[in-house]
């Protein structure tokens, strides 16, 4: 079975400055999606980024970007230029991309920004 | 226009007690699910429909009945409610082959 570990329970940044999410996985599958979710205190699920594991460049949206490393089966997230609104818990997600499609989570990364 | 919506948002009932979560989504989608966020935030799948048809049932005790009554709606029925179903339970749609999951904006089901 897949698994998502999510080693760093809490982590904090000064705003403006980079922080980075570590994120690892274990699956035998060649293909698959990973996901960073976002989910502030609302409670609200949100898409971060999304990287294919087929594809070897790294996903990059706006001040977000992943850093996947196939072969060590890491996908960690950079957050540059940190702002207030960053601050929530940050859940890394591994699916397969045939079968169930369901969404495998890690134990989540509770993010502060300090201003 | 909400794309993915649950009701109730907030529930709070007694041990032994029977209750439904309701979940609609508007994105024509063909593929629904059930998660569950426990209180140290972990968040598991529960269920997944697609086109109506029973796709996941990880492990969930029979307390629990999911039914899909078309593919717009997937309703959570829980019976004998116990303590440790206090959670926030998320509903997510998705379109087969197509990589993204929308998620409701969770009911969190407090029980004493």
């Known amino acids: 079975a897949q698994t998502v570990t999510q080693s760093q329970p809490e982590m904090s940044v000064q705003e403006a400055e980079t922080v980075t999410l570590s994120c690892t996985y274990d699956t035998s599958e060649s293909d698959y999606y990973l996901f960073w979710y976002k989910q502030p205190p609302s409670r609200q699920m949100i898409l971060v980024i999304r990287?294919?594991?087929?594809?070897?460049q790294n996903a990059t949206e706006n001040r977000f970007s992943v850093n996947f490393q196939k072969a060590a089966k890491s996908f960690s997230l950079k957050i540059s230029d940190s702002q207030l609104g960053d601050a929530a818990m940050y859940f890394c997600?591994?699916?397969?991309?045939?079968?169930?499609?369901?969404?495998?989570f890690g134990q989540g990364t509770r993010l502060t920004i300090n201003p | 226009d909400t794309a993915v919506s649950q009701t109730p948002k907030y529930l709070v009932t007694q041990m032994g007690n029977d209750k439904s979560i309701k979940c609609e989504q508007n994105?024509?989608?063909?593929?629904m699910y059930w998660y569950k966020q426990d209180s140290k935030k972990f968040l598991k799948i529960m269920f997944s429909?697609?086109?109506?048809?029973?796709?996941i049932n990880e492990t969930v005790p029979n307390r629990f009945s999911p039914k899909s009554p078309d593919k717009a709606h997937l309703n959570l029925h829980i019976n004998s409610l116990e303590l440790g179903d206090s959670a926030v339970y998320f509903c997510?749609?998705?379109?087969?082959?197509?990589?993204?999951?929308?998620f409701g904006p969770g009911t969190r089901l407090t029980v004493t």
């Open positions: 994105l024509g989608h063909d593929t």
């Open positions: 990287q294919e594991a087929y594809k070897q």
């Open positions: 997510a749609s998705s379109r087969q082959g197509v990589y993204e999951q929308y």
């Open positions: 429909y697609n086109n109506k048809e029973l796709i």
């Open positions: 997600a591994y699916r397969e991309i045939q079968g169930a499609q369901k969404l495998v």
